[in-house]
């Protein structure tokens, strides 16, 4: 089993859509977690942190289950810029300093 | 402030040769760590340097891969031989050595051998 893994997509919608991003990771004693985006032929950027309460930043809103073991990414109102690459990031079994990461779900936003 | 820099951006080479890509992390980041992502296997972590210490280098594919770091500014990553299995992007990452710090990458280097 992978460490992070995530539905590769892509997810195809229309602007003004929201959608949803599932992602899960297998070491029940992760302490970091965060999404990062990728854009095509682009080094990965941090999106946003995920805190255990779940945090919102803007039309981004992340979610974390511990007890399932899942971490979410909802995007509200998406925009034709939001189509990238979505990656979600673990801290892995043996270092809370190495970050595993997912393969990403990839989003396309259409006008 | 400069981000993380990587040299080269591209390079191409034949099979046999010898590749050395460079990286210079943010300054006062402490922990430096080198990626590999291709279409396959997506990214992955090959080493990680913690005050320019390796701590961590099981990501290595194998022994023709090296990776230095002689001080808080500089590392490099040398491939030799290369052989064309070895094409993929390579980055460099940097981010301050505590629990649940961001790590920021560099633009890549395009690498492919032919």
């Known amino acids: 089993r992978k460490e992070v893994e995530q539905d590769p997509g892509p997810f195809n919608v229309p602007e003004g859509a929201t959608v949803a991003f599932n992602c899960t990771y297998s070491?029940?004693?992760?302490?970091?977690f965060f999404w990062y985006r990728q854009d095509c032929r682009k080094e990965p950027k941090l999106l946003m942190s995920?805190?255990?309460s779940g945090n919102e930043d803007g039309r981004f809103t992340a979610q974390l289950n511990r007890a399932s073991q899942y971490i979410s990414l909802l995007i509200r109102d998406s925009k034709l810029s939001d189509s990238a690459t979505y990656l979600c990031?673990?801290?892995?079994?043996?270092?809370?300093?190495?970050?595993?990461f997912g393969s990403g779900t990839r989003l396309l936003v259409r006008p | 402030d400069a981000g993380v820099i990587q040299s080269p951006r591209h390079e191409v080479t034949e099979m046999g040769q010898e590749v050395t890509l460079r990286c210079k992390p943010i300054?006062?980041?402490?922990?430096l760590f080198w990626y590999r992502q291709t279409m396959m296997r997506g990214l992955e972590l090959l080493i990680y340097?913690?005050?320019?210490?390796?701590?961590?280098d099981s990501g290595m594919p194998e022994d023709r891969f090296s990776a230095k770091m002689p001080n808080a500014s500089f590392s490099t990553l040398k491939i030799q031989p290369s052989e064309p299995r070895d094409s993929a992007v390579y980055f460099c990452?940097?981010?301050?050595?505590?629990?649940?710090?961001?790590?920021?990458f560099g633009e890549g280097s395009w690498l492919t051998v032919v």
């Open positions: 300054s006062g980041h402490n922990s």
């Open positions: 340097f913690n005050n320019n210490v390796p701590i961590d």
């Open positions: 995920v805190y255990s």
């Open positions: 070491n029940s004693a992760s302490q970091s």
């Open positions: 990452a940097s981010s301050l050595s505590q629990t649940g710090n961001t790590i920021y």
């Open positions: 990031v673990v801290n892995g079994m043996d270092s809370s300093y190495k970050l595993i």
